[in-house]
C-alpha cells in the first residue's frame, strides 16, 4: 500500500523555522515527482511546492518563494519541506503529495498523507 | 497564483446529475490538464479525475470529467448522500509555473 506520513508540524512564533518532513511507503519513490499542498483553516487547498524525482527542478508558489524550501532524499524515501520566516498566514495542514505517473512534475497528485499542522501565533 | 473560480456550493436530490464548473485560463484550465478532487472533514483530499476526464482506480463511474476552452466540468450522476463533499480542480499554470486549486464547491445532497 502507498503511504505519505508527514510530521514536524508545531506552534512557533511569527519569524520562526520549521522542518517539515514526510516519510514514502509502497512505491518507488525515487521514480516520482513530490509536492506540498496546504490547507488554512476553512479554506480549500494551496500548493506550496513541487520537486522533480531527481531533486532537481523545484517550483514554489510566490507567496512561499524564498522562504521555503523542498528537498529530498531518496536513499531515505523522504520528501522536506524547510519554512523559515514564518507568518501568521502561513497557518494551516501541510500535506504532502505524490504524483499520479512517474512523467514529471506537471501531474495529479495521487496519494497524500494525513498532514501535519503548522501554527503561527505569538 | 491566480485561482480557478467554482460555485460555492451546489446540490441535488438522490439519483439525479449535477454538474460543477471550474473557470480558468488560457495558461491554465485551456493549456493543462485538470483534476478534480473531493475532500470530507478532517481528511485529505482525494483524487477523483485526472487527465481531464480520466478515473483512477476505485473512483466510480458515476463521476467523470470534461473539458472545454477555458473551463472545466465534474458531473456526478446518480447522486448519493455519500456524494456530500467540497470538491475542488486543479490544473496547471504556465504563467507563473505552478499549479492551481479552485475555490471550491460544497455538494449538499437534499
Redesign the interface.
Known sequence: EMQLVESGGDLVQPGGSLRLSCAASGFPFNKYAM?W?RQAPGQ????VS?LAATGGGA?????VRGRFTISRDNSRNTLYLQINSLRAEDTAVY?CAKA?YNLGI?????V????TMVTVSS | QSVLTQPPSASGTPGQRVTISCSGSLSNVETNDVFWYQQFPGTAPKLLIYRNNERPSGVPDRFSGSKSGTSAFLAISGLRSEDEADYYCASWDDSPSGFVFGTGTTLIVL
Open positions: 509536492s499542498v480549500g487547498p494551496e500548493w513541487s517550483f514554489y508558489a510566490d507567496s500535506y499520479h506537471v501531474d495529479a497528485f495521487d497524500w498523507g494525513q498532514g
